[in-house]
């Protein structure tokens, strides 16, 4: 694809399947997308995942790109943010390169569309991936999305669209329960070659409840603090680390 289209990074390697942490949550989302990287374009097409901030949303998607591009070396895959998506579409529009974009776009095995709700009251945008939709779809390709929110629930997104959104597979993940929230600190634990407790581990997911996101930015924080004072990671630790933190992060000391 030329140089001045798609600004969203390539896919991230680290997200995949084997470090997804799943439970109650998200294990219907997980295994929705295990079962479409492991046939894509045959089945679930397009894939929906809808959920809140920090859930995991951009992990499952990428984690499916990234398994599918491990088995077929020589497949078209396309991440994009759906705020990138708009930019690309302007950008081509603007420049009489509509045509171009287009053929890309239809060349692809896969496409994986993050944040779709960005696109709500973007005419033009939402004009060109309807007509991709259609061409994908025609040749039987995949397309994997994720949302904020139910495709009923959307607003500033044209009707057809939506209609396209639902005619494949929807799922939720929902906010992660504490044992997940725990599961999930002691994987990126490992990840980071750090080593923390369990008791490290409630404490943390007991008082940072919002979303994944921050919980790992609760988790980096006490490791950076840690590392400055050379310390080993316990809960005192901890408290002292997050206590700041806390108030940004929702959480209740």
């Not at 895959?77 to 930019?87: E, K, Q, R």
């Amino acid at each position: 694809m030329p140089s001045e289209f798609s600004f969203t990074p390539p896919l991230n390697n680290s997200y995949v399947f084997d470090n997804f942490v799943t439970g109650k949550a998200n294990q219907f989302a997980h295994a929705a997308a295990v079962q479409v990287a492991n046939s894509i374009g045959i089945t679930c097409s397009p894939l929906f995942i809808y959920g809140g901030t920090g859930v995991g949303k951009t992990h499952l998607i990428q984690a499916i790109g990234n398994q599918y591009k491990s088995e077929n070396k020589q497949a078209k895959i396309h991440f994009v943010n759906a705020a990138n998506y708009v930019s690309d579409v302007v950008h081509a529009y603007n420049n009489d390169r509509l045509d171009e974009f287009n053929q890309y776009y239809d060349s692809l095995d896969l496409l994986l569309i993050d944040d779709i709700e960005r696109i709500a009251g973007k005419s033009i945008t939402m004009r060109e991936l309807d007509r991709t939709f259609n061409s994908l779809m025609d040749t039987k390709k995949q397309i994997v999305i994720t949302c904020d929110t139910f495709t009923e629930d959307l607003s500033g997104i044209d009707s057809r669209l939506i209609s396209r959104f639902s005619c494949g597979l929807s799922v939720a993940i929902e906010p992660p329960c504490l044992e997940m929230r725990v599961a999930i600190l002691l994987q990126k634990a490992i990840t980071s070659k750090n080593s923390i407790g369990e008791d490290v581990a409630y404490f943390v997911a007991e008082h940072v409840r919002s979303d994944i996101r921050k919980l790992v930015g609760a988790l980096n924080r006490i490791e950076a603090y840690a590392r400055f004072h050379k310390r080993l990671i316990t809960v005192d630790l901890a408290k002292e680390s997050i206590a700041e933190f806390c108030d940004e992060a929702e959480c209740m000391l």
